[in-house]
């Protein structure tokens, strides 16, 4: 199973993810993370990772870089730069967190399956983007293009509509629930 899910998980039973409080920015965070992982099944980018190799805006100077630092994780932390970036924003919260440059998969075990998409979402500055419902801008950041943006909105819809304790698929019945004060 998912780490991101597990007991370490900033969203288990009821924690929540610092600065992610508000139904907007968990069902933004949700929906980007459940695009960017193929709706939770993949930790692992498909791909190889050869398209990264030599990209200097990722880190990835040293050759073998854009394979050994290919996406891992719900929001598919990617290069070089962000590798080395995650590690030291956890070993400033755990002095034992492992070298994530030395170890990418360990990217891939909890809690840091967990707290890298917080991570990467905090220095993204992407709450300032969900509270105003900028879906461009958030995927932008995140993805670098605008890759799968009406999944990313339909998926958001959905997540939306659980945080509110309805079914995703229940979107009449939300339309046609009368308002309570």
Request: charged share 25%.
């Amino acid at each position: 199973p998912c780490g991101f899910w597990g007991p370490f998980s900033p969203l288990h039973e009821g924690r929540q993810a610092p600065g992610i409080q508000t139904p907007q920015r968990q069902a933004m965070f949700i929906a980007q993370l459940a695009h960017e992982s193929g709706g939770f099944r993949y930790m692992e980018e498909i791909a190889s990772g050869a398209a990264y190799e030599g990209r200097a805006d990722l880190g990835n100077t040293q050759p073998g870089d854009g394979r050994r630092f290919k996406g891992r994780g719900p929001i598919q932390l990617t290069g070089r730069a962000n590798y080395a970036a995650f590690t030291a924003w956890a070993r400033s919260m755990d002095p034992r967190a492992p070298d994530f440059v030395a170890d990418p998969d360990a990217v891939l075990t909890d809690p840091w399956e967990g707290l890298a998409p917080i991570w990467f979402w905090d220095r993204g500055d992407l709450n300032r983007y969900a509270d105003q419902g900028d879906f461009l801008t958030v995927t932008r950041r995140i993805n670098g293009g605008t890759n799968g943006l009406a999944d990313r909105e339909r998926r958001y819809v959905q997540a939306a509509l659980v945080l509110l304790g309805y079914s995703p698929r229940e979107v009449r019945r939300f339309q046609t629930a009368p308002e309570t004060p």
